[in-house]
């Protein structure tokens, strides 16, 4: 019933043109309209405001939505995220990643949008004989855990998980998650990941990215511009 009941939520003072540029603007009305939102701006003597309308859960998330992409930005435009990029060597990273060579394509899917964000990725395949990651680690700014049932599964990435934390460098653990998970075995493989993420991190999970990346992906980027 939540979904089906309309509702608006208003935004004052939208798109603050010191962080706002039309790109970001395009690619925020196309969020809303793929979620089934109208987002319909409006301005009166004083100030000018921006309705969001449609369903409830929808508008919730256009929502944080525009409070993300506003604070990813302005996080971006108070560091020097430009001069790091400039003064690394070819062979260090902004950031590594940690994962299984089972989660391949969720791992290339955030690989290449972190890079489509201006950061120098490396993954590196931690169960594989390949994988230096220990070699690798004085080189990055930060590692990207990408926890999932098959890292957990396998020994050889529990054993890179204990030599990245063990590092000192900054970590940020993710849990990859699947979107359709109709079947039984998958629900409990779920419920199994996240007891183990627990125990290895100590932490809740703050980054559950499926294949659509999505909101969860954005608050990601809110925490590197942060760190980096």
């Known amino acids: 019933m939540k979904n089906h009941i309309l509702t608006t939520i208003k935004l004052n003072h939208p798109f603050d043109s010191e962080i706002w540029n039309q790109y970001m603007i395009n690619t925020y009305y196309k969020?809303?309209?793929?979620?089934?939102?109208?987002?319909?701006?409006?301005?009166?003597i004083q100030t000018q405001y921006l309705d969001l309308i449609g369903p409830i859960s929808a508008v919730t998330a256009t929502k944080q939505k525009y409070e993300l992409m506003s604070e990813i930005e302005r996080q971006r435009r108070s560091t020097s995220?430009?001069?790091?990029?400039?003064?690394?060597?070819?062979?260090?990273?902004?950031?590594?990643?940690?994962?299984?060579?089972?989660?391949?394509?969720?791992?290339?899917?955030?690989?290449?949008?972190?890079?489509?964000?201006?950061?120098?990725?490396?993954?590196?395949?931690?169960?594989?004989?390949?994988s230096n990651i220990v070699t690798k680690i004085h080189k990055t700014d930060v590692i990207i855990i990408c926890f999932s049932f098959?890292?957990?599964?396998?020994?050889?990435?529990?054993?890179?998980?204990?030599?990245?934390?063990?590092?000192?460098?900054?970590?940020?653990?993710?849990?990859?998650?699947?979107?359709?998970?109709?079947?039984?075995?998958?629900?409990?493989?779920r419920i199994a990941t996240e007891e183990w993420f627990y125990e290895s991190f100590q932490q809740e999970i703050k980054f559950a990215l499926k294949e659509d990346l999505d909101l969860d992906y954005d608050k990601l980027i809110v925490e590197l511009v942060r760190i980096i």
């Not at 990273?93 to 955030?110: E, M, R, V």
């Not at 590092?167 to 993710?174: A, E, F, L, R």
Request: aromatic share 10%; charged share 20%; with cysteine.
């Open 31 to 44: 969020y809303c309209l793929e979620k089934f939102v109208l987002p319909k701006i409006y301005r009166t």
């Open 81 to 130: 995220l430009n001069q790091v990029l400039s003064n690394n060597p070819s062979d260090s990273f902004n950031i590594i990643l940690s994962c299984c060579s089972a989660d391949k394509i969720l791992s290339q899917h955030l690989a290449h949008r972190l890079i489509d964000e201006g950061y120098l990725v490396a993954i590196d395949y931690s169960d594989k004989s390949s």
């Open 150 to 189: 098959n890292y957990s599964e396998n020994f050889d990435c529990m054993t890179a998980m204990v030599s990245i934390n063990r590092s000192g460098k900054k970590v940020v653990p993710i849990m990859f998650t699947k979107t359709l998970l109709n079947q039984q075995d998958n629900w409990l493989q």
